[in-house]
T-cell receptor, first 113, second 113 residues
Framework: DAKTTQPPSMDCAEGRAANLPCNHS???????VYWYRQIHSQGPQYIIHGLKNNETNEMASLIITEDRKSSTLILPHATLRDTAVYYC??????????????FGTGTRLKVLA | DTAVSQTPKYLVTQMGNDKSIKCEQN?????MYWYKQDSKKFLKIMFS???????INETVPNRFSPKSPDKAHLNLHINSLELGDSAVYFCASSLDRGSYEQYFGPGTRLTVT
């Protein structure tokens, strides 16, 4: 199974961009990279996902390197409500269209006022 | 309306007891999941059901038995509880087994004394 490596914690000033890195050097060609976040022991919340190309939605941008061995989640204008643990996840295919998430240890992002 | 709900939110019990955690989703999704988050905040898939059929069964002790009476419900029964079962258990659902987004419930904090 592919695994992800993330820094355990990061700080970011409110209003600035938060760039959260993730290494997934053993990822396979058909495994997607996902990002979820968990705010203060609530259930994880989906943010974004991608395979090869960079992706953007209303919450964040995902930059995946060309060799797919690492990615960066970008929160363009961090707010205090973005303080959370951010998980970089590989979605591994099993069989018959079934997938499982392999969670990393996450990065605890603290947005500072 | 809560999309994915779990009961109870907190569960404190003694070693050796049998307990159940219930999960319901009102999203009309076909696929549901149970995850365990340990004290180090590491999230790991335990089971997944698709339309009442078991599709993922990770290496989990036989004391854990999921039951899906219909596709909107996935309950987790645990026999002979042990100290190591103390964790937060999250239920999740997705539109189908290949869907990119999973919706997580609020979690059930189980404490075994």
């Amino acid at each position: 199974d592919a695994k992800t490596t993330q820094p355990p914690s990061m700080d970011c000033a409110e209003g600035r961009a938060a760039n959260l890195p993730c290494n997934h050097s053993t990822i396979s060609g058909n495994e997607y990279v996902y990002w979820y976040r968990q705010i203060h022991s609530q259930g994880p919340q989906y943010i974004i996902h991608g395979l090869k190309n960079n992706e953007t939605n209303e919450m964040a941008s995902l930059i995946i390197t060309e060799d797919r061995k690492s990615s960066t989640l970008i929160l363009p204008h961090a707010t205090l409500r973005d303080t959370a643990v951010y998980y970089c996840i590989v979605r591994a295919p099993l069989r018959s269209g079934t997938y499982k998430y392999i969670f990393g240890t996450g990065t605890r992002l603290k947005v500072l006022a | 309306d809560t999309a994915v709900s779990q009961t109870p939110k907190y569960l404190v019990t003694q070693m050796g007891n049998d307990k159940s955690i219930k999960c319901e989703q009102n999203l009309g999704h076909d696929t549901m999941y149970w995850y365990k988050q340990d004290s180090k905040k590491f999230l790991k898939i335990m089971f997944s059901y698709n339309n009442k059929e078991l599709i993922i069964n990770e290496t989990v002790p036989n004391r854990f038995s999921p039951k899906s009476p219909d596709k909107a419900h996935l309950n987790l029964h645990i026999n002979s509880l042990e100290l190591g079962d103390s964790a937060v258990y999250f239920c999740a659902s997705s539109l189908d087994r290949g869907s990119y987004e999973q919706y997580f419930g609020p979690g059930t904090r189980l404490t075994v004394t």
